[in-house]
């Protein structure tokens, strides 16, 4: 399976947020849009023969410090290595803009992704506690090594 990654669109984002059944609601044109709005992000989206099959999304949150904000691969694509390679395209980019670390927050119910985060030098750094308890959301840094 050839995966080819790629600078993508909030359009893009939009679309393919709908396939991914663990958001419980689809990602809107309007929240990208807000949380993007007037800093420095970048879109990411997977390919397979054409077809939208995952993204990553992030943006800047401080001066050194770039987060990881969205993502995912659609189920019919997963265990193929996607998001990992959406993981690496965007270590890279971010390195090459000079930030010198980055931020992402996961959850229990998605151990996929603890995993990949944590098998790709993402240390958990925190906890941030919801009001339900359900919601808490591990928080993970990498440093990126000069």
Known sequence: MSIIIEI??????????KL????????TFEQLESRLAGVVSLILVAKCQG???G????????????????????????????ATQLLNYQEKW?????YKQIKVKSMDRFPSMLK???????????LDKS????????????????
């Not at 990881?68 to 996607?82: A, F, Q, T, Y």
């Open 8 to 17: 993508g669109s909030t359009a893009d984002i939009v679309a393919l947020s």
């Open 20 to 27: 991914i059944p663990e958001f419980e609601q689809a990602t």
């Open 51 to 53: 077809a939208l099959i």
């Open 55 to 82: 993204y990553k999304v992030g943006y800047q949150f401080t001066e050194d410090t770039f987060y990881s904000w969205l993502g995912g691969v659609i189920p019919e694509h997963r265990k193929h290595g996607v």
């Open 94 to 98: 971010v390195w090459n803009a000079g």
């Open 116 to 126: 990949m985060l944590t098998s790709n030098g993402y240390e958990i750094v925190g």
């Open 131 to 146: 009001v339900c308890g359900s919601e808490d959301k591990i928080v993970f840094l990498k440093r990126l090594v000069v």
